[in-house]
């Protein structure tokens, strides 16, 4: 059974850094391209960041592009969401997602969810 | 960057009504279009990709159509557990995922 834990949120003041961490299982994670996709609390959902199987190919939305750093340790089955200069905007439920694509490769969604955690940006 | 747009943004039905929502794409993005359902407090559900292909597991009262710009996702009978809002995302320019804002479906 594929399992995505997400962990690392909390309160945390405007301009610090917080690093999150997703837990994953069930599945050969090295096999498969993850995802974040945060959702501020009533909002709707915001693609944030994508990781590469080997980390080769990484992608960053416009609205944390310099601030947040995406990485992976395929070793410990764990997607990482390193975030710095944090703003009130930031503020948001953080989901991970398992890339998966359908048996003919060309239609790609996200078939697994962790439960997220809420990252709080106030002071 | 590819636009989502959806509609209505809201909308009350009963149980057992059909449940048309909309999706408008800023640009064609063929049949690259997923619907994703969620409940308050819970992470998305994956209904359908590719615009009109079922996910496993999911009820066959859920239904997709639609390819280029504008597609529907339908829900033929409403049950209780319907009650949910509802998302749109584009995947035709992978990985950027965008998502559209969402119609939220209750209780009339």
């Known amino acids: 059974e594929v399992q995505l834990v997400e962990s690392g949120g909390g309160l945390v003041q405007p301009g610090r850094s917080l690093r999150l961490s997703c837990a994953a299982s069930?599945?050969?994670?090295?096999?498969?391209?993850m995802h974040w996709v945060r959702q501020a609390p009533g909002k709707g959902l915001e693609w944030v960041s994508s990781?590469?199987?080997?980390?080769?190919?990484?992608y960053y939305a416009d609205s944390v592009k310099g601030r947040f750093t995406i990485s992976r340790d395929n070793a410990k089955n764990t997607l990482y969401l390193q975030m710095s200069s944090l703003r009130a905007e930031d503020t948001a439920f953080y989901y991970c997602?398992?890339?998966?694509?359908?048996?003919?490769?060309?239609?790609?969604?996200?078939?697994?969810w962790g439960p997220g955690t809420l990252v709080t940006v106030s002071s | 960057d590819i636009q989502m747009t959806q509609s209505p943004s809201s909308l009350s039905a009963s149980v057992g009504d059909r449940v048309t929502i909309t999706c408008r794409a800023s640009?064609?993005?063929?049949?690259?279009l997923n619907w994703y359902q969620q409940k308050p407090g819970k992470a998305p559900k994956l209904l359908i990709y590719?615009?009109?292909s079922l996910q496993s597991g999911v009820p066959s009262r859920f239904s997709g159509s639609g390819s280029g710009t504008d597609f529907t996702l339908t829900i033929s009978s409403l049950q209780s557990e319907d009650f949910a809002t509802y998302y749109c995302?584009?995947?035709?320019?992978?990985?950027?995922?965008?998502f559209g804002p969402g119609t939220k479906v209750d209780i009339k």
């Open positions: 997602a398992k890339a998966s694509a359908d048996g003919t490769g060309f239609y790609y969604f996200f078939a697994y």
């Open positions: 990781i590469s199987w080997n980390s080769g190919t990484i």
């Open positions: 640009q064609s993005i063929s049949s690259y």
């Open positions: 995302q584009q995947s035709y320019r992978t990985p950027r995922l965008t």
């Open positions: 590719g615009a009109s």
């Open positions: 069930g599945f050969t994670f090295d096999d498969y391209a």
